[in-house]
């Protein structure tokens, strides 16, 4: 297997944007045959607050909202003390930790994966919901990350997919926000978190600006890329699995998928090697693909690509360029009337 190139279409190359705007209806076509489509309407509804807890820099409300047939989502929602609406505002995805949001809003782990708190000290409104399977989401008498009851239930869809939804719910929830302003809304998220904002910004326009923390991968070159589609615990997307074992090209590859972000502003931040992924080199030439599809729009600005050599973290130098890069499109460039 090879990396697929991203601006080849049927063995010519993609020059203009009415030819890529074909190349991403395959993509997605391609995608959604793979991790299944929605079985119920999202229908985000019924947000509650729960408990509300002030703190120096923000509020800190815990929130309950319903998606789909039923299923409840428990999130933290920080709000500024000193907010000025209509305010930017971020969904803050937590990375596979049994904590879930906990860890995202400093309450819990590592104050590395605290970006949530941290963003909400800047002046964001910050959502953290729990996804399924970790934090308040666990199924009963299940571990963390066991992902068996939700394909008893839903046996021809897949764990992305519904972390794909429970992303865009949360979109939802902050456009219920009078404070919020709709038009200034990103994602951020490390490891589990930081693919899930990749999948999000790649099918929810409303998702402006974005940053991935080790989340990026391509299938064909990761080293542990049956991790995606396990036989038992948290199985991502199952119907992979016998194209990994096969050594077979997958229907479709993530490199494919975080293109559709474009031209929407875009950082990504990996390790030249991460403990989760193995060897990852090969997302130098990936960067230089991704470069190439907003040179296509004009927008070489608006993508950005970081590497670094702290395997698989989120270090204090790796946070203060992802928060700069946020309010560079999401917050500086509406007070200061900076081109994105």
């Not at 190349?23 to 119920?40: A, K, N, Y």
């Not at 909400?120 to 919901?129: D, E, F, I, K």
Request: glycine share 8%; aromatic share 12%; proline share 5%.
């Amino acid at each position: 297997m090879a990396i697929k190139e991203l601006l080849v279409s049927d063995n010519a190359a993609i020059t203009e944007i009415s030819q890529w705007q074909r190349q991403r209806e395959d993509i997605i076509s391609r995608l959604f045959s793979t991790i299944g489509t929605l079985p119920v309407p999202r229908n985000t509804r019924h947000i509650e607050i729960i408990q509300e807890e002030k703190r120096q820099d923000y509020a800190r409300r815990k929130i309950r909202y319903v998606v789909g047939d039923g299923d409840r989502v428990m999130a933290y929602l920080l709000i500024p003390n000193h907010l000025k609406p209509p305010a930017p505002a971020v969904v803050a995805m937590h990375q596979t930790v049994a904590s879930g949001k906990d860890e995202v809003v400093g309450l819990d782990g590592c104050k590395d994966f605290a970006y949530g708190h941290e963003l909400a000290r800047r002046g964001y409104v910050v959502l953290a919901p729990d996804y399924l399977t970790a934090g308040e989401r666990i199924y009963p008498g299940e571990e963390s990350f066991e992902s068996a009851p939700f394909y008893e239930q839903y046996p021809d869809w897949s764990m992305v997919g519904k972390n794909i939804e429970d992303s865009t719910a949360a979109v939802d929830v902050l456009h219920t926000l009078d404070y919020v302003d709709k038009d200034r809304i990103g994602a951020i998220g490390h490891s589990h978190g930081g693919h899930n904002v990749v999948f999000a910004m790649a099918l929810d326009e409303r998702i402006k600006a974005g940053v991935s923390n080790c989340g990026m991968s391509v299938f064909s070159e990761e080293e542990e890329r049956l991790e995606w589609s396990l036989e038992d615990g948290y199985i991502y997307i199952p119907a992979l699995r016998k194209y990994f074992l096969e050594d077979k090209d997958p229907p479709f590859d993530i490199n494919e998928i975080a293109a559709l972000i474009a031209p929407r502003p875009f950082l990504n931040i990996s390790s030249y090697f991460d403990v989760a992924y193995g060897n990852q080199e090969f997302l130098a030439e990936v960067g230089v693909q991704m470069y190439q599809v907003y040179r296509l729009y004009g927008k070489q600005n608006a993508f950005s690509y970081f590497m670094h050599g702290n395997d698989h973290s989120f270090p204090q130098y790796s946070r203060a360029l992802a928060y700069e890069w946020l309010d560079r499109f999401l917050r500086l460039r509406f007070v200061r009337g900076i081109s994105g």
